[in-house]
């Protein structure tokens, strides 16, 4: 049913929507430079699979990739 590499459980979702249909959705043309949608898309993923991954260290580094996000959006 899962595959360790191609179709981890973490990001399975409910069966019907996987993390990576709904990153395609949200991220569907929508005309940001490449390097703010690489953190949104990182910070995304690590939001999504943190009850069923790593806990409290997912939820860390979604801050970061926000952080590093915004840091892009503020020209620094």
Known sequence: MFHPVKEPKHYAGDGEVSCM????????????????????????????????????????????CLKYLKDELEGK
């Open 21 to 64: 249909r709904a990153l395609r959705s949200m991220l569907y043309n929508i005309g940001l430079p490449g390097i703010q949608i690489y953190w949104w898309g990182c910070a995304f993923k690590y939001l999504w699979r943190w009850p069923s991954k790593n806990g409290v260290q997912d939820v860390d580094k979604c801050i970061q």
